[in-house]
């Protein structure tokens, strides 16, 4: 598989299955090369990639991110090399930790090492002996530390980084190297209405506040713990939530590319509020727009 230079991530957990339908297809209208979805509490990820990829003909679909407390190793070779052979090798298994209340609390797992977890994870797949062989590998991990940017790099195709800034896509790139697949994410929020934007992302962000792994994150790239506090300050939320015109998002956007993100992963915030993805923005920023 060769990942494009854009791709989107829309959050399908609020979308019914009509809306997740027009979500797919509008997305590989657009141009799009790849279009990315969470794992939460609600939909499964790879019933959710298995739609996706029915409802398209050329879109990539990669799920970003699926939780590995969720499903044993042996399954996700299956459903990735399951998914793989029934849709033509358009699909990206994008795997990740989770998150301690995610795991703990509504799985009931006790929740691993974070780099220790993964490492023995992937080393079962890789010894998963599945009697059905995919036509290519296309896994990825989401990585934020250094340690797990490594180990995205020695065994799996790439990271994709989520609520990161241009700074820290530089400090993934050098780690990565060239041959792998660097997908950042990115939120905007496309409105001039300064209190709108930091509205929504005052909004979208407390979930990711409350999370230690990107608190975490956050400190290491440069925030202080008082502009994490209280919500996030004006530099904390402009920084994950960009806005304003149209050449300024661009700007900013074009900052992780020029930093060395083999595909920018936009996620585009409905300025009222609502828990679709903002199909203005999708048409602003579509693949046929960037040089």
Known sequence: MEMGKIGAWVSTNALNRDQLAELARGVEDLGYDTLWYPESTTYESLAMGSFLLQNSS??????????????????SVSGHNSLNVIYGDRFCLGLGVSHIPLVSGRRGHEYGKPVATMRAYLEAMESAEVDLAAPNRNLVLAALGPRMLELSRDMTDGAL??????????????????????CVEQKICYTKDEAVARAVAAKNMARYLAMPNYRDNWLRIGFSESELDGGGNERFLDSMVLWGS????????????????????????????????????????RPETWT
């Open 246 to 285: 149209e050449d300024t998002i661009r700007c900013g956007l074009q900052a992780h590319i020029d930093a060395g993100a083999t595909q920018l992963v936009i996620q585009p915030l409905d300025p009222e509020g609502r828990p679709v993805p903002d199909w203005n923005a999708l048409k602003a920023f």
């Open 161 to 182: 980084p989520y609520c990161v800034t241009p700074e820290h896509t530089v400090i993934a790139k050098e780690i990565l190297g060239p041959d792998k697949w660097l």
């Open 58 to 75: 050329r879109l990539k679909v990669a799920s970003g991110i699926a939780n590995i407390y969720a499903r044993d190793a042996y399954t």
